[in-house]
């Protein structure tokens, strides 16, 4: 009687990590970390706090996946080869996991960079459980089929990305790097906290906005009447990922540290005024040769401009925004993409965005904001509701 007692109870207890499987666990463990101080990537222990599978690093922020191979040509992509489970191998000294090979080192990494930014926007009120399981595709073999037979299919390598594919597969896809050296600055994309931030807004923005235009808006034809707006919404969407990506990292030029090239101008700091060829471009260029970035970081440095007044920082000084500022702007933004996402979104412009964020202001910051767009904004100016 006893003895069966007994293994009631140890069947007991070995059914109770399977039946709760599902809860988060609290995981110290050493990672490859950016610190901005040094500006170098260092060995950190750090604290995971969502992982609900720690050996297939599976969790809230998203499940990490190896394997994949897919094919990207114009909007339409191709899986070559479904993804496979991954294994993260740890030795636990007094504690704390130490990765016990590379890829769980820089898995767990990815992990934790995701898991930040998916916390940065619960603290903004989001509910990210309603954008459903995002995964994460390590070592993806993502290759861009050439558009014409003069060009060459070229893999992506040294990149992070957001992808949708459809409604159910979406997800961050983390491209073979060879830029890790612990001695530099050279941070790779998919450790980089400003990059991830910026890759975590897409899906919010896919979620907020895009997902909820009917298709033939969302992916116009090269003719269609929609084409200017899908247009105006790329450039929206970067530039609002970089404005996020700023406000959390407190690094107007958060994306220096991965990419040295001096063709991508993303440094908030940046003056950029808006003109009337950035309207020419969106009307004129086809979806994808058209570049989202230079309206993008138009937004991205307007908005650093306004926080920094609103600061009241003085010309010529580079001092950044307080923290407490930082996160009004990214509610102030991510309020305003959720207000947006409830009105009639095909005709999302730049104008619509500024008219819901100074709409949340209060009357003395609006005068504020409305004189910095009233500087840089001229060609839509009139437009921004609360400004006039
Ligand atoms: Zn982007």
């Known amino acids: 009687m006893i003895k069966k007692l007994t293994l009631y109870a140890s069947l007991y207890m070995l059914?109770?990590?399977?039946?709760?499987?599902?809860?988060?666990?609290?995981?110290?463990?050493?990672?490859?970390?950016?610190?901005?101080?040094?500006?170098?990537?260092?060995?950190?222990?750090?604290?995971?706090?969502?992982?609900?599978?720690v050996p297939t690093l599976s969790g809230r922020a998203t499940r990490i996946r190896g394997g994949i191979s897919i094919d990207i040509s114009g909007d339409k992509v191709t899986v070559n080869r479904a993804g496979t489970p991954v294994a993260f191998n740890s030795v636990k000294i007094k504690g704390v996991h130490y990765p016990a090979d590379y890829d769980s080192l820089a898995m767990i990494s990815i992990y934790y960079n995701i898991e930040q930014a998916m916390l940065f926007f619960e603290n903004l009120g989001m509910d990210t459980t309603t954008m459903g399981k995002l995964?994460?595709?390590?070592?993806?073999?993502?290759?861009?089929?050439?558009?014409?037979?003069?060009?060459?299919?070229?893999?992506?390598?040294?990149?992070?990305?957001?992808?949708?594919?459809?409604?159910?597969?979406?997800?961050?896809?983390?491209?073979?790097?060879?830029?890790?050296r612990i001695d530099g600055p050279d941070v790779p994309l998919s450790m980089n906290p400003g990059v991830l931030t910026h890759e975590y807004a897409h899906a919010v923005f896919q979620y907020l906005v895009l997902d909820r235009l009917p298709a033939h808006i969302q992916y116009p034809s090269v003719d269609s009447p929609?084409?200017?707006?899908?247009?105006?919404?790329?450039?929206?969407?970067?530039g609002i990922a970089d404005v996020f990506a700023v406000a959390r990292t407190g690094d107007p030029d958060f994306m220096v540290t991965s990419i040295k090239s001096t063709m991508i101008a993303r440094n908030a700091e940046s003056e950029i005024v808006y003109t009337d060829w950035m309207d020419r471009n969106a009307a004129g260029y086809t979806y994808y040769p058209f570049d989202p970035y230079q309206i993008g970081a138009f937004i991205s440095s307007i908005v650093y401009e306004i926080a920094r007044q609103i600061a009241g920082i003085p010309d010529g000084n580079d001092d950044v925004p307080a923290d407490a500022i930082r996160f009004r702007i990214a509610k102030w933004t991510y309020d305003s993409l959720q207000r947006l996402g409830e009105e009639n979104l095909p005709d999302f412009v730049p104008a619509h965005f500024f008219s819901q964020f100074v709409a949340q202001?209060?009357?003395?910051?609006?005068?504020?904001?409305?004189?910095?767009?009233?500087?840089?904004f001229m060609p839509h100016y009139s437009e921004v509701e609360g400004c006039q």
């Open 135 to 180: 995964d994460t595709w390590y070592w993806a073999d993502v290759n861009i089929i050439a558009p014409t037979n003069s060009e060459t299919d070229e893999a992506i390598l040294n990149n992070a990305l957001f992808l949708a594919v459809n409604g159910d597969n979406r997800g961050f896809y983390v491209m073979p790097f060879d830029t890790t």
């Open 15 to 53: 059914w109770i990590p399977l039946i709760s499987g599902c809860e988060e666990s609290i995981l110290k463990v050493e990672m490859l970390a950016y610190d901005p101080v040094s500006d170098q990537m260092v060995y950190k222990i750090n604290t995971v706090e969502t992982l609900d599978d």
């Open 361 to 376: 202001m209060s009357k003395e910051q609006q005068l504020v904001a409305c004189a910095v767009l009233a500087e840089r």
């Open 226 to 238: 929609f084409y200017i707006n899908a247009n105006y919404r790329m450039a929206l969407n970067e």
